[in-house]
């Protein structure tokens, strides 16, 4: 677990999802949650500086204090059947997050983080209004985006929860950049059913004889 948030807490940082000290990451396996420490650079971790919390909140392993966002964390795990969660504070996301409360849907893509991206209203990051804002936030998604803050990703592994962080970013910068040409086209929810109906039925293809 340990080893998972060192590896792409490295990749955060090199696409530019985090900066500095920004963002924080987290595995569960049972009860258990690695969580990355608070106030160290998601490129400079290794293993044994990842502290180790229960589902309750109570540091288990580690001579460093877990992240600040570790009670958004925790309320997500309590809440979702997440197995990793990936903050960001990448810059198209806290754009959008800045000026919008939702991300429409400006791609078909959108359906992977279950349809348009809602905003968490803001509240002072490490608090329990915040995570009790992530947390509707994120029913029947999997991200979520956060007020005058960044993102949040969640998934069944750390894989699944970073892609989805980086597809986030990616619908964001479609949207920014696209407002900048004009007024965004965007899909209607007929569309999206469509979409979904086509994802269930995907086309086959004789073989050649």
């Known amino acids: 677990m340990r080893e998972l ?3 792409y807490g490295r990749r955060a940082v090199e ?3 985090v900066l500095g000290t920004s963002g924080n990451l987290s595995v569960r396996r049972d009860d258990l949650v690695a969580v990355t420490p608070a106030g160290l650079a998601l490129d400079r971790l290794t293993p044994e500086r990842c502290p180790v919390v229960d589902v309750g909140g109570h540091l ?3 001579d460093l204090q877990p992240s600040s966002e570790t009670p958004m964390h ?3 795990y309590r809440t979702t059947p997440a197995r990793a969660v990936v903050h960001t504070h990448s810059t198209f996301a806290t754009v959008v997050a800045s000026t919008m409360r939702e991300l429409p849907a400006i791609h078909y893509n959108v359906l992977q983080l279950g349809g348009p991206v809602r905003v968490a209203p803001y509240a002072t990051y ?3 209004e915040l995570a009790a804002n992530v947390q509707a936030a994120l029913e029947g998604r999997t991200a979520a985006l956060m007020a005058n803050h960044g ?3 969640i998934g069944e592994s750390m894989e699944e929860a970073f892609e989805r962080a980086r597809l ?3 619908l964001c910068e479609v949207y920014v950049r696209a407002s900048g040409v004009g007024t965004p086209a965007l899909l209607t929810e007929a569309q999206l ?3 979904a109906e086509r994802s269930r039925t995907p086309p086959t293809f004789p073989r050649r004889s």
């Open 5 to 7: 948030l060192c590896e």
């Open 15 to 17: 696409l530019g999802l």
């Open 60 to 62: 288990v392993e580690g």
């Open 74 to 76: 925790l309320a997500v």
């Open 126 to 128: 490490g608090t329990a």
């Open 151 to 153: 993102a949040v990703a």
């Open 168 to 170: 986030l970013e990616w």
């Open 193 to 195: 059913a469509a979409v």
